[in-house]
């Protein structure tokens, strides 16, 4: 068990050191994201749904067809990944990192890996499940893509995009400062009042 342990902490440390090393140019854009995402600022909040919301009400606005909108966004990276790495030590100063940017940066990879690896377990698990339980598996899948079609076809899917958009990106500072977990909280709390109400009445 723990040479198997151990194994992994391995892996897990060289599959780290290699995103590292792979987004080393992009390191100050990285830590600046970071700090915008966990809300460091009290007014970071409003700098990030500011442009969520002007970069939809542009496409909104400019009612894109979707290989327009798909080509537009792949040429954006192209120029991100060509522009970044060129433009950033020289706008933020990569030689002035600090022990502790370093260290939250190797943080950020090293989490990056554990969610890469968390969704690859997911997709692992579904498969499992098909082959052990293929009928809960065909009503799950379903089910699910059947209220997904039905949420699509209730809400215009600029204004759906826009919404997922929104809370992934404020789901690092609403978890950073808490506010999930408290939430999360009184949710339990208040279905476990309703449970012991409900295992009351039928005494």
Known sequence: MAEGDNRSANQLAAETASLEEH???WGEVILVADKILRWERAWFPLVLMGGVSFAFLMIYYLDPSVLSGVS????????????????????F??????TEQQ??????CSNLVKTRRRIIGWWKRLFTLKEEKPKMYFMTMLCSLAGIAWVGQQVHNLFLTYLIVSVLLLFPGLNQ???ITKYVGMAKREINKLLKQ?????E
């Not at 260290?103 to 950020?108: G, K, L, T």
């Not at 409900?198 to 039928?202: A, G, T, V």
């Open 23 to 25: 987004l080393q140019g």
């Open 72 to 91: 537009c966004f792949v040429m954006f990276l192209c120029l991100a990944d060509y522009l970044v790495p060129a433009l950033a030590p020289r706008i």
């Open 93 to 98: 100063g990569s030689n002035k990192w600090t």
């Open 103 to 108: 260290q939250r940066f190797h943080e950020i």
């Open 177 to 179: 400062h808490g506010i």
């Open 198 to 202: 409900k295992e009351k009445k039928n």
